[in-house]
């Protein structure tokens, strides 16, 4: 596995491997508590909701325990536990999300299930194309409550999700078989929004310590478990989802139809007035940059070594000015789209 953070621009599509000194704005974060303990895997605590056996690594406020055996100074004493506690909050990046969710979307949609299920969505609410605003808010503000939100926030964003994909299903006339509530296309797009993270947090600060990186992981099951994906459908670790990740690859495919809807989608092409306006050339280029080899051949976009060069520049820069920025000006518009999430379920607004 490849320890660089344009593992993508080497032909990987890997996670990069962590290394060993924690880095970025969670870094000053991170709480280590060491304690004498018999060793025993992570418990996963949460609740389970109507609709997914989701017991998850965050609990009801969003942050994530990881605890990890070492060995003891004693011979008689049990091995020492290290706990690591993180805020998830600390990895996310609203302006690096902005400019890396269009190569996410392509990465989601190159299951022909998923990319044909919003293609051919009958619900014309949902639809980016007509309504963009709302699509990017409905698109943030599920990743706000899946990382940050309670059990409470979750249980009502599915609900209201539920009742919007279970509209979504495939008819006589389409080309593949799909509805949008099975749990195997949405362990898909969780773990394109999980591999999708971590790479932006990689590009932008560099890779997480160890210990974070497993605990960013077990919570970033909720990504999946805030709907219907169960927790024991997650990969068990690290290890166990690069395997996944790499046959998951295999069913990655874009037809014309598809692939049309996702260049008219990046050029701005289909959205309407005034959202079709400005250049395009820029959106093109970080787009084509987050993309691993795999999709950029898919969607047969060109790509050269001095447009990843200025591409790794870009991201260095950018990771150099959000490290410097307040934690609230970093993390928006998540913490903006939570709280707008929480206020409408206080005043029985739709959520989706």
């Known amino acids: 596995m490849t320890t660089k953070a344009g593992a993508q621009a080497h032909g990987t599509g890997e996670i990069p491997e962590p290394r060993d000194a924690p880095s970025g704005p969670g870094a000053a974060n991170i709480a280590v508590r060491t304690a004498h303990a018999a060793p025993a895997a992570p418990a996963i605590p949460g609740s389970p909701a109507p609709g997914a056996d989701d017991a998850d690594a965050g609990g009801s406020r969003g942050t994530t325990t990881l605890t990890a055996s070492r060995t003891g100074t004693a011979p008689a004493e049990a091995p020492a536990t290290e706990t690591v506690e993180i805020d998830p909050a600390d990895y996310l990046d609203g302006v690096g999300a902005f400019l890396a969710g269009p190569a996410n979307v392509i990465m989601q949609l190159s299951w022909a299930p998923v990319g044909y299920g919003v293609?051919?969505?009958?619900?014309?609410?949902?639809?980016?194309?007509?309504?963009?605003?709302?699509?990017?808010?409905?698109?943030?503000?599920?990743?706000?409550?899946?990382?940050?939100?309670?059990?409470?926030?979750?249980?009502?964003?599915?609900?209201?999700?539920?009742?919007?994909?279970?509209?979504?299903?495939?008819?006589?006339?389409?080309?593949?078989?799909?509805?949008?509530?099975?749990?195997?296309?949405?362990?898909?797009?969780?773990?394109?929004?999980?591999?999708?993270?971590?790479?932006?947090?990689?590009?932008?600060?560099?890779?997480?310590?160890?210990?974070?990186?497993?605990?960013?992981?077990?919570?970033?099951?909720?990504?999946?478990?805030?709907?219907?994906?169960?927790q024991q459908m997650w990969p068990a670790d690290r290890a166990v989802f690069e395997r996944y990740w790499q046959e998951a690859l295999g069913r990655v495919s874009l037809d014309d139809t598809v692939r049309r809807y996702l260049h008219d989608l990046i050029t701005r092409r289909s959205l309407r007035f005034p959202f079709n306006l400005g250049p395009r050339g820029p959106r093109v280029f970080l787009t084509t940059g987050f993309l691993p080899p795999r999709f950029r051949a898919e969607m047969g976009l060109a790509w050269s070594e001095e447009q990843q060069a200025r591409f790794d520049r870009l991201l260095r820069r950018i990771g150099a000015v959000s490290r410097r920025m307040p934690r609230a000006v970093r993390l928006f518009p998540f913490n903006l789209l939570l709280w707008d999430v929480r206020r409408r379920i206080r005043q029985g607004r739709p959520l989706v």
């Open 119 to 230: 293609v051919e969505s009958r619900v014309e609410s949902g639809q980016v194309t007509r309504h963009p605003v709302k699509r990017f808010r409905t698109t943030f503000s599920y990743i706000a409550v899946a990382l940050l939100g309670t059990d409470e926030d979750r249980a009502h964003l599915r609900a209201a999700v539920n009742r919007a994909h279970a509209q979504v299903r495939s008819t006589a006339d389409s080309p593949v078989e799909y509805h949008a509530m099975r749990p195997d296309l949405q362990l898909w797009v969780a773990a394109c929004l999980y591999w999708g993270a971590v790479d932006l947090y990689t590009r932008l600060h560099g890779p997480m310590e160890p210990a974070v990186a497993d605990a960013f992981y077990r919570h970033a099951a909720r990504f999946g478990t805030t709907l219907q994906v169960r």
